[in-house]
């Protein structure tokens, strides 16, 4: 079945960085889009970053354009999401979700792993 397992979280300061990564399984990871989002307390799920299916084409949301570095191996099967200059406002439980088309819907998602920044 279809699988997408982030790993990376943590506990980081305000200028930190941190990694993420998203191992895929149980699809066609190369036909797939891959993407970033995240939920803080309270708020609603948000987009962070995206590639597309060969990794030639990227985009970021507003908030994270210039900090974070969203990329891929698809041999490997994995997506990995580089944070830096991290800001306490990027605390959120972060997922990794593939999807049929870089700026689509997102079908598949994994459980999320959590990103805490202090200030």
């Known amino acids: 079945q279809v699988q997408l397992v982030e790993s990376g979280g943590g506990l980081v300061q305000a200028g930190g960085s941190l990694r993420l990564s998203c191992a895929a399984s149980g699809f066609t990871f190369s036909s797939y889009a891959m993407g970033w989002f995240r939920q803080a307390p309270g708020k609603e799920r948000e987009f962070v970053a995206a590639?597309?299916?060969?990794?030639?084409?990227?985009y970021y949301a507003d908030s994270v354009k210039g900090r974070f570095t969203i990329s891929r191996d698809n041999a490997k099967k994995s997506t990995d999401l580089q944070m830096n200059s991290l800001k306490p406002e990027d605390t959120a439980v972060y997922y990794c979700?593939?999807?049929?088309?870089?700026?689509?819907?997102?079908?598949?998602w994994g459980q999320g792993t959590q990103v805490t920044v202090s200030s």
């Open positions: 979700a593939a999807g049929t088309a870089l700026r689509g819907q997102y079908n598949y």
């Open positions: 590639t597309s299916w060969g990794g030639g084409s990227t």
